[in-house]
């Protein structure tokens, strides 16, 4: 997440850097208004203190600490009828980087109760164990348990509080990603899944590694690095998709894709589209996992398109979501969405067995109209009949065009 500067001072002899930012609880409420800012009558305080490398007993050189106040998570308002409510804000956190000595110090806070974390690359940060899912859909559970597991410190006006860190180095998951044919995949993005016992296999949390401005990408020759990981079991893949060209030539084509994105290929260390054939890394504390390196085979990788139709006179559908599993362990190779034609196409497809599933199959049309209190106008597509789901198996051993897919009428409600 990148933070909302607003102005950098010399903070101390240090020389350390500190500015009004955006911490990382804003990724959890971002989608909320702004409130507006407590007012403090007593004097301002200060914060500072160490940080160290657990590992190595230096000092934590440019860490990042973040204070951020507890009150500014939750907030209770009144809605229009007159209930109590809870409103989601976006807290205003401060943010300092630590001297040469790894020192630090945050001048002029409110008195107040604070959350504080310090950060460092390559060294585990609270934000590490929790999921995507966790962050960005977070429940009650969730928000409580970030209450627990990080620091909270006490500001007085007119006092210093101290708060001390010793940073764990995090474990770290190495490798390389090449063709079957020895040249390297570059520029791809890296997934990584954690297992939860309870949940199974989850995306790790990148907004930690994106705080930093570090992307899970494979470099010129295929290398990949994953660090700050706790202990644990992961799952790695590399996404491979072809993106499209922008009319203006300013995006080029390549074999890369967002995380954790379907209309990708995801192949995992253990060179398999599949997470059941997929090679599990356990990784102890600090430990360092090397050679988790995936071959790609896109000599073996085809092309699979069709049409989907309805079932009762064979017309195009509108719109549907096409999906790949694998009918082994279910697991979801490939995504395709249909529009307007009842056509799809999927690339890079691995040679297997699969279920080819049509799901939200739909017709409709299009809308359009003025954006009410604004300008311009609105386009929207309007569903006026739904079908059932349809699947067929598939076996992919080289390119597959042609495809047909009829979905059903609805089944009627039981009386």
């Not at 770290?172 to 020895?182: F, H, R, T």
């Not at 069709?306 to 694998?326: E, F, K, N």
């Not at 604004?374 to 699947?391: C, L, M, N």
């Amino acid at each position: 997440m990148t933070a909302l500067d607003v102005g950098e001072e010399a903070a101390n002899e240090m020389g350390a850097r500190v500015f009004v930012s955006c911490f990382f609880v804003s990724a959890i409420l971002a989608d909320a208004p702004i409130q507006a800012q407590t007012m403090y009558p007593s004097s301002p305080g200060s914060v500072s203190g160490r940080v160290s490398c657990a590992d190595t007993n230096k000092p934590a050189r440019l860490a990042r600490v973040t204070i951020e106040p507890v009150d500014d998570l939750l907030a209770v308002s009144v809605d229009a009828k007159g209930n109590i409510v809870r409103q989601r804000s976006v807290p205003t956190a401060i943010v300092a980087q630590t001297g040469a000595d790894g020192g630090y110090s945050i001048e002029s806070v409110p008195p107040g109760n604070y959350y504080i974390v310090a950060e460092l690359p390559g060294y585990l940060s609270p934000v590490t164990e929790f999921t995507s899912e966790n962050i960005s859909l977070p429940n009650e559970q969730d928000e409580e348990r970030f209450r627990e597991r990080l620091q909270k410190i006490t500001v007085i006006g007119g006092q210093r509080a101290q708060m001390d860190f010793r940073l764990e180095r995090g474990g770290a998951i190495d490798g390389k990603v090449l063709y079957d044919d020895g040249s390297p995949v570059s520029g791809a993005w890296i997934n990584v899944l954690r297992k939860d016992e309870k949940l199974g296999w989850h995306p790790l949390s990148d907004i930690a590694l994106n705080r930093f401005q570090y992307a899970l990408a494979t470099d010129d020759r295929g290398h990949y690095r994953i660090t700050m990981l706790a202990p644990g079991e992961y799952l790695v893949a590399v996404a491979i998709r072809q993106v499209a060209m922008s009319s203006s030539g300013e995006t080029l084509p390549g074999l890369t894709a967002p995380r954790e994105n379907l209309f990708s290929t995801q192949i995992y260390v253990g060179d398999s589209a599949s997470r059941g054939s997929a090679r599990p890394i356990t990784l102890r504390k600090g430990e360092e996992h090397t050679g988790a390196d995936i071959t790609v085979a896109i000599s073996k990788m085809h092309v699979l398109s069709g049409t989907v139709v309805a079932a009762r006179d064979g017309h195009p559908i509108d719109r549907a979501a096409v999906s790949l599993v694998d009918s082994i362990d279910g697991t979801p190779v490939k995504e395709a969405a249909v529009f307007g034609n009842g056509r799809f196409a999927m690339q890079f497809i691995p040679e297997g067995e699969y279920l080819l599933k049509v799901t939200d199959a739909k017709d409709g049309q299009m809308e359009t109209g003025p954006i009410e209190g604004g300008t311009g106008t609105y386009s929207r597509f309007v569903p006026q009949h739904v079908y059932a789901d349809a699947e067929q198996s598939l076996i992919v051993s080289g390119d597959v065009s042609g495809l047909t897919i009829k979905v059903p009428e609805p089944t009627a409600p039981r009386p």
